[in-house]
């Protein structure tokens, strides 16, 4: 199917660039005339995606495939992994350390923000070599 | 009640001047934690926060608030300035709580109505 592709690579623990991608797509989306409900869904999912790989997985690369029908995301890090995807994806669970904290992360909100602000999100994750998390948000 | 009425109003300093001035403001919204806000933070508020950090600047401009004021004389460090700059967002400061900060910000809104 014919589609925009729009690559991504993320740098770890770069807070003064953290949020620049996500950023990159919503001005793109913007310019190619989506609903901004469906840009507001994107750039806050994206961005949790984002920082999650800032925060807690030394980086990674982002893949945003755009079609008429729908956008992708697919956030894949080579990070620690996540040892309990149920309970990470719960409210209020965090494993930030305190000097992220101290600027205003570590709400435990990110995955849960994720989860309902996209149709589909899926989680594949291994311990040790990384994770790649898949999520859409379906256009009109 | 919009943006620039904030300005106008001259109970807030000015830290950075945005560039969609006339939008109107939906509500004032009040959180420090950015996950939180980037979930609840209704398109068009006035954010109101303490944290005066470049994630604050990244969170508003992708929940698409209308502003940032900044309460209790919390600052933006450079790195965030710049990107208030960059990402045209109004950013006002106050030295009021959050919450009397935001007060205002909703009487002035329902006195419009
Ligand atoms: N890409 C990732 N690699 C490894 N662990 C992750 C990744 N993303 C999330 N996690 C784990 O899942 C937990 C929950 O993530 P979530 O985004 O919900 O909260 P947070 O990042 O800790 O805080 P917040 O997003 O509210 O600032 C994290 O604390 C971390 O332990
Ligand atoms: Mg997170």
Redesign the interface.
Known sequence: MEGIVLNYTISPDD??R??EA??DV?RKLKQLGVS?EAV?KV??AM??GE?NMVIHANGGEITVEITPERILMILADSGPGIPDVEKAMQAGYSTAPDEVRS????????L??MK??TDDLKIETKLGVGTTITMEVRLE | MQVQDLIDSGRFKVISLGEDRERELTTPFCCDLLSVAMGHAPSGCAWVTVMGNINTLAVASLADAACIILAEGAALDEAAANKARMQEITVLGTEEPVFEAALWVWQQMKGQD
């Open positions: 807070f003064t953290a949020g996500s950023s919503k901004p507001r750039a806050i961005y949790e920082i600027l205003g992360f570590g709400a435990g909100m990110g849960p923000n309902s602000y």
